[in-house]
């Protein structure tokens, strides 16, 4: 029973559906480091939020450790470079607290604009300032959303609805997207002499740690007020602190800080500051969504299916013309690795048709897991597949081509003695092999099949029914392909079962038949 820790808060049926799925849940709240460093030993799973940190240390004292799942989208707390090497998948839950965190940089913004916490605690002071805590409308004003991704984009179409003017930097939006949100593209410098609000959405990385600092801030239009609900960091707390006092910058909203726990900052003093200890995903809805989605890419991971947000293999990036094909790349690889008797030394893979061009690494991922999985013990996933192929030697090859002769989309596999190629055909897009050795065939990959080179005459077909007949064993549906230069041909038999030893013996030593292979997929 693979077992499940879990390290910090999780939603009851994020928790129900991991034990329903066969794991052992470990619940360990509020591990130390060096606790944590014990308690990963003999985990195949970590769930964890934003508190548990996952470093090399931690991957190193994990094993067994298949997968790491963070119950939210930040992966800040996770060294995905040194689980990637590990082959330990990451994911993350990337579109479960995407509201939650919108709706709270709209929270900030008018918390700012209208100065409410501060009002209300000078109320239940016994203080009525009403006209110290004077504010400004958001109507009318100009918005400047650093990051437009999945969260900066609601939070524009909200700010829209309020009559604001916006505008945004993003480096990898299109200028055409960004007009079709209503969101006028500007660089960084005149997006803060612009703005009259700015609310930032960007992940904290190496490019972006530090990035609102003294120099940028010195730029910005005189009563700027800025919201902050990505990262601690990306603001630089003391540099925005001065430039409050300066009265360069109005005010601040911060739901996020540098270090976090935190009861410590310049800025908590400074009475034109909001903030709110990191609460963009503290609603019931957000924890709900989290709890369940990261449970879904767990138990997918642990099954060794393919994972969608899984982040260190760019898994949600693929295509939906791409998609379909993952399966079939899977059991090309299988097949081969079964015609090959093991792990060949090359591996060819060739893309031809609408596939060319679309991004089809997933796809060689998925072969390179076929391929391990059926030639090697080792467990094998979409991430530790080029590690393994890496450590055995295996040369991978790729060609594309967006001329397919005979399909619209063919996927085809060569090692040194084999090769094998399929498509999806037909209104339900099943998944068919077209050719394996260079013979042309047409027929769908099964969970047991018989591969048979023979003469090509007569009377070979009763030869092999015979065969397996005696033995039981039923054919589900046969190919027969012949070669170019019609001396040979190659029969692909789909059976209902693992074919016994003595019936490969049989067609192995029959007249006419010179090789016999099969594949149990």
Same mark, same amino acid.
């Given at each position: ?11 009851q049926?994020?928790?129900? #559906?991991?034990?329903?799925?066969? %794991?052992?849940?470990?619940? /360990? ?40 799942? +963070? ?15 590990? =082959? ?5 839950? &990337? ?10 940089? @709209?929270?900030?913004? #008018? ?5 409410? &916490?501060?009002?209300h605690?000078?109320?239940?002071a016994?203080?009525?300032? $009403?006209? /110290?805590?004077?504010g400004?409308?958001?109507? =009318? ?16 179409? /909200?700010?829209?609805?309020?009559? @604001? $003017?916006?505008?945004a ?10 007009r ?20 930032? %959405? ?8 530090g ?19 990505? $990262? ?40 034109s ?41 760019a ?7 791409? +998609? ?47 391929l ?13 597949a080029?590690?393994l ?31 094998v ?6 209104? $339900?897009?099943?998944? %068919? ?16 099949m ?6 090509? /005459? ?32 190659? @029969? ?29 997929l």
């Open positions: 029973m693979p077992r499940v820790l879990v390290t910090e808060k999780l939603a049926r994020g928790l129900d #559906l991991l034990a329903e799925a066969g %794991h052992e849940v470990d619940i /360990r709240l509020g591990l130390s480091p060096e606790e944590l460093v014990e308690a990963v030993a003999g985990a195949h799973a970590l769930v964890i939020r934003s508190a548990t940190t996952v470093t090399a240390e931690v991957l190193a004292a994990a094993g067994d450790l298949v997968v790491v799942g +963070r119950a939210g989208i930040g992966l800040d707390n996770v060294d995905v470079e040194a689980a990637t090497a590990r =082959g330990v998948m990451v994911v993350n839950a &990337p579109q479960s607290n995407i509201l939650s965190a919108a709706e709270q940089a @709209m929270a900030l913004l #008018l918390a700012q604009a209208r100065n409410i &916490p501060q009002a605690a000078a109320l239940v016994g203080k009525w300032e $009403r006209s /110290r805590w004077e400004v409308e958001l109507h =009318g004003k100009t918005l400047g959303v650093i990051g437009l991704g999945r969260v900066g984009a609601l939070v524009a179409q /909200r700010a829209l609805a309020f009559g @604001m $003017r916006l505008v930097y993003d480096p990898y939006v299109s200028a055409e997207r960004a079709h949100m209503g969101v006028e593209l500007m660089a960084l410098d005149d997006l803060m002499a612009q703005s009259d609000f700015v609310t930032v %959405h960007l992940p904290k990385n190496a490019e972006t740690l990035l609102i600092g003294a120099d940028l801030l010195a730029k910005a239009k005189p009563g700027l007020r800025i919201v902050n609900t990505a $990262r601690g960091g990306i603001v630089d707390e003391e540099a925005l602190a001065a430039a409050i006092r300066s009265g360069t910058v109005q005010g601040a909203g911060l739901d996020v800080f540098a270090t976090e726990p935190t009861t410590e900052s310049p800025l908590f003093s400074l009475p500051v909001v903030v709110t200890p990191h609460l963009g995903a503290s609603t019931v809805e957000a924890q709900d969504k989290a709890g369940v989605t990261i449970a879904e890419q767990v138990i997918l991971a642990l099954d060794g299916d393919f994972v969608p947000y899984a982040v260190n293999v898994a949600s990036d693929v295509s939906e013309t791409v +998609r379909p094909f993952m399966g079939l790349a899977e059991q090309l690889g299988r097949i081969l690795a079964c015609l090959e008797g093991g792990m060949p030394d090359t591996l060819g893979i060739e893309y031809e048709g609408g596939l060319a061009g679309t991004g089809t690494g997933i796809l060689t991922l998925s072969a390179l897991k076929g391990f999985a059926a030639a090697t013990e080792d467990p094998v996933s979409y991430v530790n080029p590690q192929a890496a450590e055995r030697g295996l040369e991978v090859r790729e060609t594309s081509s967006v001329t397919a002769h005979d399909y619209v989309n063919l996927v085809t596999l060569r090692s040194g003695d084999h090769a190629s399929g498509t999806l055909t037909g209104p $339900r897009t099943e998944p %068919h092999l077209v050719m394996l050795d260079d013979h042309t065939v047409e027929v769908p990959p099964a969970p047991h018989v591969v048979v080179r023979n003469d090509d /005459r007569p009377g070979m077909i009763g030869v092999v029914g015979t065969v397996l007949g005696d033995a039981g064993v039923s054919i589900s549906s046969m190919a027969v392909g012949p070669s170019a230069t019609g001396n040979t041909a190659l @029969m692909v038999l789909t059976v209902d079962g693992v074919v016994p030893a003595e019936a490969l013996q049989r067609l192995q030593t029959a007249d006419g038949i010179s090789d016999v292979a099969t594949v149990d």
